[in-house]
């Protein structure tokens, strides 16, 4: 298969113009030749990391996919970490082209976020939201407890731990709620919000103390709960273009606790 038609595709899905003008979107590095290249491995992955690199490298894949771009400053910055060096002068040895589909995927309605809550929670509309669309205002078909809610996000996401503001109060009904991927509780501070209900994947200390000065209910998810990615994008592929090996990989939680 044509690299073109696959970039194509997910552009057509996850349009590069709606990613955050800070954001390193599509390519990673500016490729001399990308025309008639025939792709018959894919690797697609939260992160791109040395074991996740081995696994493409060992399995002769030519495209890898992330969910994070793997060069976010110039690239001469990035070469002075020693590990991305060394990871570089693989990918090129290897000819092997990497692709970041980050927040452009957030602000799309065609991930499968909606699909995914829908297991445990009714959802009945949703609208996206922010400056960049980057979040997702849900509406549900009925009131539920903000304890449950959390209870309802751990089976989700395969989740043993949630982080929760100081002031959260767990026993209130909600029927709506917001959910931001990553470090997403910058939108809350943005746009002002208080007295609501709001997922995110990370939260700062001065993000906590706004949470609960202002009512909000702050949940901390994980960065990794946007490992929901991977299947997305596998699946995706796998249907659109029958002839490409789909290959995905699990690069699990970085950190533990102790």
């Not at 955050?20 to 792709?39: C, P, R, T």
């Not at 799309?108 to 009945?124: A, V, Y």
């Not at 995706?236 to 699990?252: G, M, T």
Request: proline share 1%; aromatic share 10%.
């Amino acid at each position: 298969m044509l690299l073109d038609n696959i970039i194509s595709y997910l552009n057509q899905l996850f349009n590069p113009k709606k990613a955050s003008n800070w954001d390193h979107v599509g390519f990673q590095f500016e490729y001399k030749k990308l025309n008639n290249i025939n792709i018959s491995k894919v690797l697609v992955c939260l992160d791109l990391t040395n074991d996740c690199l081995e696994f493409a490298i060992s399995n002769q894949t030519q495209l890898i996919i992330t969910r994070h771009p793997f060069i976010f400053n110039e690239l001469k910055l990035e070469k002075k970490n020693p590990n991305k060096k060394q990871m570089i002068k693989k990918l090129k040895k290897h000819k092997i082209l990497v692709f970041s589909i980050h927040t452009n995927y957030d602000s799309s309605i065609k991930q499968n976020l909606l699909e995914i809550l829908n297991k445990k929670l009714k959802i009945n509309s949703f609208k996206k939201y922010g400056k960049d669309k980057e979040s997702n205002l849900f509406y549900l078909d009925q009131k539920i407890s903000v304890n449950d809610l959390i209870n309802d996000l751990k089976e989700i996401f395969s989740l043993n731990k949630i982080r929760l503001n100081s002031n959260i109060s767990l026993d209130t009904k909600i029927k709506d709620f917001y959910l931001t991927s990553g470090s997403g509780a910058s939108t809350m501070i943005e746009n002002m919000l208080k007295d609501c209900t709001f997922i995110t994947g990370e939260v700062k200390w001065d993000q906590w103390i706004y949470a609960n000065s202002n009512n909000v209910n702050l949940i901390e998810i994980g960065h990794y709960a946007e490992n929901h990615f991977i299947d997305d994008l596998k699946n995706k592929l796998e249907i659109k273009f029958k002839d490409i090996k789909i290959f995905s990989y699990d690069i699990k939680n970085q950190f533990i606790e102790k």
